[in-house]
């Protein structure tokens, strides 16, 4: 089992920054990779950013060169740092631990964003 707080996120106004951070706990050692996800008001669930275990990072093309995933190991902890934030970048955003073993993933419980124009 591994656990997942998030923190972070809130009210900001277009153009500004906010930061998400998740911890993960329990069965850590089998963590590859872990991300972030958002789901707005009616859609879908969508990838945002995820992050190897080596550190190799994916953007979707929505969020390239506005947002920025990190982790930190010897933490168990996942961030992604958002700038330059638009009203389509309202949402909950959660974030995830894709594990070698089964379960293959958790989630955070998520946390909301919004941004107004």
């Known amino acids: 089992q591994v656990q997942l707080v998030e923190s972070g996120g809130g009210l900001v106004q277009a153009g500004g920054s906010l930061g998400l951070s998740c911890a993960a706990s329990g069965s850590i050692v089998s963590i590859d990779a872990m991300g972030w996800y958002r789901q707005a008001p009616g859609k879908q669930r969508e990838l945002v950013a995820r992050i190897s275990s080596q550190g190799n990072t994916y953007y979707v093309d929505f969020v390239k060169g506005r947002f920025t995933i990190s982790r930190d190991n010897a933490k168990n902890t996942v961030y992604l740092q958002m700038n330059s934030l638009k009203p389509e970048d309202t949402g909950v955003y959660y974030c995830?631990?894709?594990?070698?073993?089964?379960?293959?993933?958790?989630w955070g419980q998520g946390t909301q964003v919004t941004v107004s124009s």
């Open positions: 995830n631990v894709h594990r070698t073993i089964w379960p293959y993933d958790y």
